[in-house]
């Protein structure tokens, strides 16, 4: 292991150590502040692990956090707004579906899955809350940050680069490889690691859902580092 490994394990512990020592009062301002400002922490949550994500898929890949235009910064800024985002879906989802299926005749499906105790009716509505989001959702968010990504790279990292108009058209005729973005991103890991991780994490407390969605990109970024 190199030296920025170990740094890292050390912040790692730094920033979670006050989570499990009660005497900090952190893990309830923690809960705290997700219930009165859920969007302001998603923006935080998914910058920080999302962004971890991509830097630990670098190591991988090249052997650093870090290098000349990959942008941390600019990077923390987009999987901020992204994360805004899959916390509105989350909400839109999970409102919207239950209601949906009750339209189907399955009219307990909203009050089994608010129920705080855990059943296999609760666990099939998160099945089709994840189904859902993913297949509508997903797949546009995940088009756009594979062309933000693009965007950050080729405006050397920084965030001026960031801030200058996205040359959409080129980037996505040119740009994007589609065989990775089609075939593996959104064919493969959608179906197989989306629907059953975020069925997973529908069925968590709310205080827990987006930062265990942020969490989930962090394995992501690992697993798409190993793919390529």
């Known amino acids: 292991m190199k030296k920025a490994d170990w740094i890292l394990i050390l912040c790692v512990i730094i920033v979670l150590a006050p989570f499990f020592i009660p005497a900090t009062g952190f893990f309830d301002w923690f809960c705290r502040a997700t219930a009165q400002h ?17 830097m630990l898929a670098l190591r991988i890949r090249e052997g650093v956090y870090n290098k000349p235009g990959f942008g941390i910064v600019p990077r923390m800024m987009v999987w901020g707004f992204l994360g805004m985002c899959i ?38 509505v ?42 959409m058209r080129e980037i996505f005729a040119h740009k994007v490889n589609w065989d990775m973005q089609w075939n593996f991103v959104i064919k ?32 992501l970024g690992l697993i798409l580092a190993i793919k390529k």
């Open 38 to 54: 859920p969007y302001i922490m998603a923006f935080f949550k998914f910058a920080i692990l999302a962004t971890l994500g991509e």
């Open 188 to 219: 493969k890991t959608i179906p197989l690691f989306w629907f059953p991780a975020h069925t997973i994490t529908f069925i968590l407390p709310p205080t827990f859902q987006v930062l265990f969605a942020a969490l989930l990109g962090v394995a």
């Open 126 to 167: 998160a099945f089709a809350v994840s189904v859902l989001m993913n297949s509508i959702f997903a797949p546009v968010m995940m088009t756009f940050h594979k062309c933000t990504d693009i965007h950050i790279t080729d405006n050397g990292g920084t965030v001026a680069g960031l801030l200058r108009p996205m040359k």
């Open 87 to 124: 916390a509105m879906a989350m909400v839109i989802f999970k409102t919207g579906v239950p209601a949906f299926l009750g339209s189907l005749g399955w009219t307990s499906a909203a009050a089994v899955f608010a129920a705080p105790a855990f059943s296999w009716g609760k666990l099939g």
